[in-house]
């Protein structure tokens, strides 16, 4: 993809941080943008960041990337609003429960599991049928540098993140012969 301009760009966690700036630097580019975040005060919020920006249009919606039918509920949205989505950025992403396995609970290890995994999961499934359609499109989905490597006090999350990288390179060799490009990115 040569150009963004136009072009409808998905971003989950888009109410704070990277996904934030992600929103406002495809904004300078001309982008279509479809926004994302459980927050829906963080969200506003960028959306009024956005105001007088290049972006082409904004659409955004409140919702829980972890919950498989709210995704696919948004990608409808998306789709109706927008029209089909050309890049999905599964930025969505929880902290860790920040304690040694042993004091963690199986609710902490689910919830990091379900937000961190699963919505990229949920968000790559319910967008890729329109990048497909499309015939062009990009999957981008944030791990972290502990997707690589294993630290103490963030089992959840570096297992999270280990799994957001083996889904990602599982996808990479699937697409290989589409028109779709899919990356991976660990900051």
Avoid at 7 to 22: E, H, L
Wanted: aromatic residues 8%; glycine residues 12%.
């Amino acid at each position: 993809m040569k150009s963004f301009a136009n072009k409808v760009i998905v971003i989950t966690g888009a109410g704070s941080g990277m996904g934030r700036a992600y929103a406002l630097e495809l904004a300078r580019h001309g982008a279509r943008l479809a926004l994302n975040d459980y927050d829906p005060a963080g969200l506003a919020e960028t959306v009024q960041l956005l105001q007088g920006s290049d972006a082409g249009a904004v659409f955004s919606q409140a919702c829980d990337v972890g919950d498989r039918g709210a995704m696919y509920a948004f990608a409808a949205d998306v789709k109706q609003a927008l029209g089909n989505a050309h890049v999905i950025i599964n930025n969505a992403g929880v902290g860790g429960g920040g304690q040694p396995v042993w004091a963690m609970t199986d609710a902490d290890y689910e919830r990091t599991l379900r937000i961190n995994f699963f919505g990229v999961v949920h968000g790559t499934r319910a967008f890729l049928p329109q990048l497909l359609a499309n015939g062009e499109g990009a999957i981008v989905n944030i791990s972290s540098v502990f997707g690589l490597v294993g630290t103490p006090g963030a089992s959840d999350y570096c297992a999270s993140k280990f799994a957001v990288r083996g889904y990602t390179e599982s996808l990479m060799v699937e697409l290989e012969e589409s028109p779709i490009s899919v990356h991976l990115v660990h900051p």
